[in-house]
């Protein structure tokens, strides 16, 4: 188990470029999540993956972001035309979800800059 | 929006006293979970505590739930300088499927 691992670590990026995250969860685990993270704040749900369906979004993702996760293992996470305000921690957690409650996992995240 | 209230945003004590912080929220949940963060890290899981149990014990932390004060609390017993981090509940409540984060208590552990 070499747990939920994230690429790139670090991504600065100019305005209006795209970035392109992504996630590889625990490999057993069905449900994948993205969140995002300012700074001094509580990570704030994205949306999330249930195997390769996405269940649900948050009003936080706007049409400039996009989540993928085909075949139901790894995720991507794309930012369309970044804009400063996108600048944040990028989270990915995976968990094991079935009969009983599970925990959820988090990576060391991917943090994004945009200048 | 956040469901999740810790209390307090800061807390700073000496090492070996033991800190705790405590959350609150507002719907009715199947879980709650604790996390740890250090300074620009990922988060680490700490302890999973359900909403028919109202304590649990793992190594120096010790987590309450009061589901009829929608209260949990996170004991750390004999803190040391490795504990500094940030500290967030997340909640899994009835209905929904994702975890909803607090603000976090920032830890601060002097030597």
């Known amino acids: 188990d070499t747990g939920v691992s994230q690429d790139p670590r670090h991504k600065i990026t100019k305005r209006g470029q795209n970035v392109t995250f992504r996630c590889d969860p625990i490999?057993?685990?069905?449900?994948l999540y993205w969140y995002r993270q300012t700074l001094g704040q509580g990570p704030e749900f994205l949306t999330y993956?249930?195997?390769?369906?996405?269940?649900?979004k948050s009003r936080l993702l706007s049409d400039r972001f996009s989540a993928e996760r085909p075949k139901g293992s790894f995720s991507t996470l794309e930012i369309q035309r970044t804009e400063q305000g996108d600048s944040a921690m990028y989270l990915c957690?995976?968990?094991?979800?079935?009969?009983?409650?599970?925990?959820?996992?988090f990576g060391q995240g991917t943090r994004l800059t945009v200048v | 929006s956040q469901q999740g209230e810790e209390d307090p945003q800061a807390l700073s004590i000496q090492e070996g006293e033991n800190a705790t912080m405590n959350c609150s929220y507002k719907?009715?949940?199947?879980?709650l979970q604790w996390y740890r963060q250090n300074s620009g890290r990922g988060l680490v899981h700490l302890i999973l505590?359900?909403?028919?149990?109202r304590e649990k014990h793992s190594g120096r932390l010790r987590v309450t739930l009061d589901t009829s004060k929608k209260s949990s609390s996170l004991l750390i017993t004999a803190s040391r300088a490795a504990d500094t981090a940030s500290y967030f509940c997340?909640?899994?409540?009835?209905?929904?499927?994702?975890?909803?984060f607090g603000q976090g208590t920032r830890l601060t552990i002097n030597p």
């Open positions: 505590i359900r909403s028919n149990e």
């Open positions: 490999s057993e685990h069905n449900r």
């Open positions: 997340a909640t899994a409540y009835q209905g929904a499927q994702k975890l909803v």
């Open positions: 957690a995976s968990s094991l979800v079935g009969r009983t409650n599970t925990e959820a996992f």
């Open positions: 719907t009715s949940i199947n879980n």
């Open positions: 993956f249930q195997n390769e369906a996405q269940l649900e």
